[in-house]
């Protein structure tokens, strides 16, 4: 913890925007003011939150994440009481206002600040979103058609293609390779973020820089966005062949290669899938047969009994 003691005005019960949050998003609120460093920047972990402030009711990841974004909003064009942002892949938060706050001797920074180098803020990553197609564009192979020349012909762009490229421009040059890089960060962040929901016990080790977070990283390069990753991450879990198997269920396994990521694409998005059979059909194919065989082996031997007992002529040679 911070170690000072925080500065709360009575007035802050008159507040009209104080006084419609949530009974979690007021928790916490006030939590952070303890838990902030000198200059009213803290974790927006929902886990470390959760350990911090609600140890003894443990709220649900999707609770304290609706409440972070309750207070970033609670203001509306105004903003929030908090402002949320990111750096190298990591949540945090500044609480807006924290000037009112009387901090003699500050001490040493505990967390990066919203102006710091790399910090990305929710709205900055709300219009990255917008581009994140045009970094990374759809590499895989056209599908072939009866129509050979159709892809020669120019295709007039779309709305959102259009708007896709305005905010492509808007970005200065001299950022572009940082802002490029945030992208991708936040793009695989939520990718992780939805696989650890599907998996809570897996995925733990997954940060930048690990190889499971590079794997994710390579898919994305190859064109499939994060609808794609998520399809693929539903896919895996619901195909017959790795149920109840966790090795058949890990970041290695599913984003292993392009081909892995269509087949578990194609069951998540409920299309038929080629090639090899759900595990219970092969399971019943094999019963099937094994029955047969045992079927026959008792004729064999209720003929060779009878044969003995002259119940049945011998069989000539």
Known sequence: MAGRIRTIKPELLEDTHAARLSHIAWRLWVSALV?????????????????????GSRESRESLANALEELATCKGDLGGMVELYTVSGQEY???????????????????????SDGAVSRESRESLAKVSRVLAPDLRPVPPTSTSDQYLRPVPPTSN??????TEELL?????????AAVLTEVVRDVVRYYRQVHPRMGRQLKPGHKDWKLIEARIAEGYSADDLKAAIDGNARDEWHLNTPQGHTVEYVFRNATKVEGFIAIGR?????????RSAVRAVAEKSIMEARDYDQRKLREAHDQTQGLLPAKSS
């Open 93 to 115: 938060a500044h609480i807006s206002g924290w000037h009112h706050q009387k901090v003699d001797h500050p001490g040493k920074e505990r967390c990066p600040g919203p102006k």
């Open 270 to 278: 409920g299309e038929a899938r080629t090639g090899a059979q759900p």
């Open 35 to 55: 838990l902030a460093d000198d200059y009213g920047n803290f974790r927006a972990e929902p886990e470390w939150l959760n350990g911090q402030i609600f140890w």
């Open 172 to 180: 200065a040059p001299s950022s572009q390779k940082t802002l490029t």
């Open 161 to 166: 293609e259009t708007e896709e490229k305005k």
